[in-house]
């Protein structure tokens, strides 16, 4: 990179350092969830758009999903703060303790988040919660078998390597292709089966 873009490169970042210290932190941290779960549906939306003619792009849809991942940002934002004092760790000398943190963040935070994606989705849609608990249980074991797939990786650089202050930013920055896996499992529909002709 040339000498000026490295100098744009450190004012970039000393711009930005104030929107992950102080209270600007839980702002940074919550519509950035909000901001790439509607990407990752936007994303989803793009393809759905190319390959089913006749289906329009749904910018409520795409808020709904905002709405749900800002609602979230606050949790993931205490959530690894509580982590931290609870089971303080960093780097390779302290591994058990993030192995530990992984499964802790597995085991709870994974299952909870799973729920509140499905049941804060379907309120926002018109679902009642009898409908949002039935797809809940239609789609959870997808949804969290496909959770320990990714995340305990991600998880373990990030709880290894990954300053504090910035680690929802790191899981953000992981989420868009996520995302876009949980629009498709949301919105996901089975093609209808042709219906069989007479037979004579």
Same mark, same amino acid.
């Given at each position: ?101 992984? &499964? *802790?963040?597995? $085991? ?8 509140? !994606?499905?049941? /804060? @989705? ?33 998880? &373990? *650089?990030?709880? $290894? ?8 930013? !790191?899981?953000? /920055? @992981? ?8 629009s498709y499992l949301k919105y996901w529909a089975p093609e209808p089966l042709p219906t069989p002709g007479c037979?004579?």
């Amino acid at each position: 990179m040339a000498p000026g873009g490295w100098r744009w490169a450190r004012k970039a970042l000393a711009a930005g350092r104030p929107l992950f210290q102080g209270r600007a932190l839980l702002v940074t941290n919550t519509l950035g969830c909000g901001m790439l779960m509607a990407a990752g549906d936007g994303a989803r939306q793009a393809w759905e758009v190319r390959a089913r003619p006749g289906q329009r792009f749904s910018a409520r849809r795409s808020a709904s999903m905002f709405a749900v991942g800002c609602s979230m940002g606050p949790f993931l934002h205490f959530w690894y703060l509580w982590l931290d004092r609870l089971l303080p760790a960093s780097g390779l000398r302290s591994l058990p303790s993030v192995v530990k943190k992984v &499964l *802790v963040d597995q $085991l709870v935070a994974s299952p909870v988040l799973g729920a509140w !994606y499905f049941l /804060g @989705l379907g309120s926002l849609e018109g679902q009642t919660l009898e409908e949002s608990c039935q797809e809940l249980r239609a789609k959870f074991w997808d949804f969290y078998k496909a959770d320990w797939c990714v995340w305990p990786a991600a998880q &373990l *650089v990030n709880f $290894l390597f990954i300053p504090s202050q910035f680690r929802v930013t !790191y899981i953000n /920055g @992981l989420t868009l292709g996520w995302d876009t896996y949980l629009s498709y499992l949301k919105y996901w529909a089975p093609e209808p089966l042709p219906t069989p002709g007479c037979v004579n």
